[in-house]
């Protein structure tokens, strides 16, 4: 059984520009949340995804879009990025939507 | 506004004596809370979890106690060990209508041998 991966793991990208961050659920796991980590700060709720469809969504912009694929893998995706934006993004699987979550190490984004 | 709120960045303890983190909470909605520990360059590991219709649950050196009516929880450990010096996060949620977690700041335990 294997974990919960994501790639990269550190990205550095410019103001303005677009990044696509992607993680891969633990096995049998149809659920992905996707959380954003300022320093210092706990884990904060971006959006979930169960079966394929958006579930739920945290006070972020719509500049912070996802997606799930058939195989329940993820991606991430921040257009017109921000300073603001650099943090450690991290992806958690489950088997349902309130499970507990497996986290995966996450993708140091810098923005410049 | 921080629903789960960790008061104290940081806790050190010696190696065998208790550790304690806390956590407290302001939606009197959430029903189920969890405790995850980080290592530097990874993503949080789960650790332990209690329902609201429980106020004690354990597992080996650890247990994690709930007071729905003070909105508290706390994270015990005994013995700390070394290997407990990590960074812990609560987090809750409303188990049966909600798919988000809210996290707490965290706590930066370190263990001194």
């Known amino acids: 059984e294997t974990g919960v991966t994501q790639s990269p793991t550190h990205l550095i990208k410019t103001r303005g520009q677009q990044v696509t961050l992607r993680c891969s659920s633990q096995s049998g796991h149809n659920t992905v949340s996707w959380y954003q980590q300022a320093l210092g700060q706990g884990p904060q709720f971006i959006f979930q995804y169960y079966r394929e469809e958006e579930n739920g969504r945290g006070n972020f912009p719509p500049r912070f879009s996802g997606l799930q694929f058939p195989n329940y893998s993820s991606e991430l995706n921040v257009n017109a990025l921000e300073l603001d934006d650099s943090a450690l993004y991290l992806c958690?699987?489950?088997?349902?939507?309130?499970?507990?979550?497996?986290f995966g190490p996450g993708t140091r984004l810098t923005v410049t | 506004d921080q629903q789960v709120k960790q008061n104290s960045p940081s806790l050190s303890v010696q190696e065998g004596r208790i550790s304690i983190l806390n956590c407290d909470y302001t939606?009197?909605?959430?029903?189920?809370f969890l405790w995850y520990k980080k290592y530097p360059a990874e993503g949080p590991t789960f650790l332990i979890s209690?329902?609201?219709?429980?106020d004690k649950n354990e597992d080996g050196r650890f247990t994690v106690f709930l007071n729905k009516s003070a909105k508290h929880l706390s994270l015990h450990i005994v013995p700390s060990q070394p290997g407990d010096s990590a960074v812990y996060f609560c987090a809750a949620i409303e188990a049966n209508t909600g798919n988000q977690f809210y996290f707490g700041t965290g706590t930066s335990l370190t263990v001194i041998p």
């Open positions: 209690i329902s609201s219709i429980k």
């Open positions: 958690a699987s489950s088997l349902r939507r309130s499970g507990g979550q497996y």
């Open positions: 939606n009197s909605m959430f029903d189920y």
